[in-house]
């Protein structure tokens, strides 16, 4: 019995070690898992389901032979790829969750969540966050032609970067008491997250008891993953 969880690979295809490494980890890793969640930021961005990179459609079949193999897939949606939608679901085999969900595994209730709304200093980006996050915005923008759509996203990626260069690290990590609020309404020991890019596994003060945060790592020089079974929950990195 074995859950493998993994986020913010940031897949694009200026970045081919990265896409090899991540199809290296579908054919010979995930399958020993019974299942595989990704905890958003698969891709380094997502224009609409209609975009043709040829990227795309090769991650899709990869995920699509690991659940032919019996291991399902599931996503939830990041800050880079939230617009990420049915018709990529439904040619990947990919099951779309809500942005968190409260899992039972082997005894333990856990968490799961992409970690960016965790980061409730950074008032900015969480302003920025509710305006595209709006329905009828992200409607409006996937209507628009597909030219239009590439200029706006690297628009917005441009902007993103200088605005987090002027940005403590403290500002854009999560907020502690946003993490405790977050464990405690869903009655959970045990968080797992993606987003700020710092592996590690703390320890959370909850009523009479402790908690604990499992924060994946970004696939930028190595690959990252949690490992769940009955008896371990393992933060492990590996080469590409």
């Not at 961005?45 to 795309?56: Q, R």
């Amino acid at each position: 019995m074995t859950t493998f969880f993994i986020a913010d690979i940031h897949l694009c295809a200026q970045e081919p070690a990265i896409t090899a490494g991540f199809l290296r980890f579908l054919r010979e890793d995930a399958p020993q898992a019974d299942a595989l969640y990704i905890l958003g930021d698969l891709f380094e961005a997502w224009i609409g389901d209609d975009d043709p990179e040829p990227l795309h459609a090769e991650i899709a079949a990869a995920l699509n032979q690991l659940r032919q193999q019996g291991v399902p897939c599931f996503f939830i949606h990041g800050n880079r790829d939230f617009l990420l939608g049915r018709r990529f679901a439904r040619e990947s085999l990919m099951t779309l969750l809500p942005e968190k969900k409260v899992l039972e595994l082997y005894g333990r209730r856990v968490l799961i969540l992409h970690g960016d709304t965790l980061c409730t200093d950074d008032v900015a980006y969480q302003n920025f966050r509710k305006k595209v996050h709006n329905p009828f915005i992200q409607k409006f923008f996937l209507m628009l032609p597909l030219k239009w759509r590439l200029a706006i996203a690297a628009k917005m990626r441009a902007n993103s970067k200088a605005s987090n260069q002027g940005k403590s690290l403290e500002i854009m990590d999560v907020n502690p008491q946003a993490v405790i609020s977050e464990m405690q309404a869903a009655g959970v020991e045990w968080m797992i997250h993606g987003h700020t890019h710092r592996p590690a596994i703390h320890d959370v003060p909850l009523e009479n008891k402790t908690g604990h945060r499992v924060v994946l790592g970004a696939w930028h020089e190595e690959g990252s993953m949690v490992k769940v079974t009955a008896g371990n929950v393992e933060l492990i990195s590996f080469p590409f």
